[in-house]
């Protein structure tokens, strides 16, 4: 049992049952209060009406330096008082010494009290002091007062007060200790913002802090999130972070590759479908879209989508509803949708491949995934980071293997060059990884080539081209060359 009721259990017996429904009532009030200021405010709301006072205050107590500070002040009249000469600071002093609530009728003639100027002043007759206490101290005091003798509220009733200061003191107890854990989360969130780091995302460039901040950013919301960048860039491993640093944590993470999946099947997977919906749909199938219900779902290589089923999915994204195939109810699902593509989408929407108002319902947040050679600075970081993921503890590596890592443009980006060491650390036999053992994909070409030199340029464009999808932007931009320069080429060499 609480002190607040040992020590009061007596007095709690004499309430009658009036003081004790409004008891209840102000029980309600101060425990809905959700701020310190708004409490206070309906605490001195509440003394006022009891003894019908024409002035109400609360101070708060500084008892370090033993002074006063008005928090909130009101006349029923409703001006505001801000200076506190205009009350008596003896009632105040009184009530911190005795700790329990005062009422004085007959002020001015109370030769304790009628000395104080603002009593002379203010030619109170009636004041009642209350104490908020908290951790056995006061914390401040609710003051009201009247010009008129206020005798309707005789000593009894300051039991009454005395149990309101209690349920006062213990609101504040608890909006208080919730203020501070309130504070003391905000303090942890931004401390995990400043480290920001995504362990599965190896990189200190500016690229990659940037990119770290952006997803930590988009992670806190429900905001689709669209990653663009080339093939190899990281762009799953962004869309698991970005779950993992949301809320829907704890919730299923669902992927769906897009690309080169036949119509009806994709559908069905993402959709799921009614038992008789097609020949082979015995049972009725949850499609991954409701099953990711709560939590995330990626749709990767959304670029290659047909346009049927681009309007399903422009349903999901605008009313959050999905209908199973053959079925005809429509379900809700709460799914955050992450989508991925390696293609220029605005490209697409120009060409009329894909919707337009898919790609902005897509593009709510896009984040692009830099180019391994734009951020050629993370490249001996991330060599390290695989060498010992790959199990070579041990293994070293010189700054010649080092430098022609970092002057190659990496067309399939780190997973190339997660293949790139893998295959070094097979060749090295040794504790240290040479030059040597750094095979590149053009390099074995020109070592082996014997054709002519425009039959060379033909073969680097076709697999450059191969390496990135047939995607003939991102080709032009990878070898420093423009779109329309590749496209005469394909003409010369007669596959256009
Ligand atoms: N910053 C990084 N640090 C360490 N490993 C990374 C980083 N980014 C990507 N990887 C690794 O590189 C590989 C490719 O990443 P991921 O599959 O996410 O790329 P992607 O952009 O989805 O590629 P694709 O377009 O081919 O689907 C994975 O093995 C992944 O773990
Ligand atoms: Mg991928």
Redesign the pocket.
Known sequence: MSNFFKENINHIKNLSKDEFESLYEFTQILNSATRQDLLIEDAIDIVINVINAERGLFVKYDEENDNFSIISARKISNETITDLHEFSSGILQKVIKEKKPLLYHDVMSDPHLSQFESVQIQRIKSVIGVPIVRDAKVWGVIVADSQLDRREFTDENLLFLSFFSNLVSLALDRIIKLEELEKENQILINRLQLTEE?P????NSTA?RTLTHLIHKVAMTDATVL?V????????????AIHELSKRKEKPFLAQFCGSIPDTLLESELFGYKKGAFTGANTDKQGLLEAADSGTFFL??IADISTALQAKLLRVLENREIIRLGDVKVKKVDARIIA?T?KDLQALVKDGSFREDLFYRLNVFPIR?PPLRERRS?IPL?VD??IKKIGKKNMLIDSAAIKKLESYYWPG???Q??NVIHRALILCDGDKLHADHIILEDQAVVETFQGTLREYEMLILKKRLEEFNHNRTLTAKSLDVSVRWIQLKLKEMGEQ
Do not use: Q
């Open positions: 995504i599965e995302m190896i990189g990659m990653i960048g080339e093939s190899g860039t990281g762009k799953e491993v962004a869309a698991k990767d290589e991925a390696n995934i993370d991330l980071f695989f980006n780190i997973r060059l997660i």
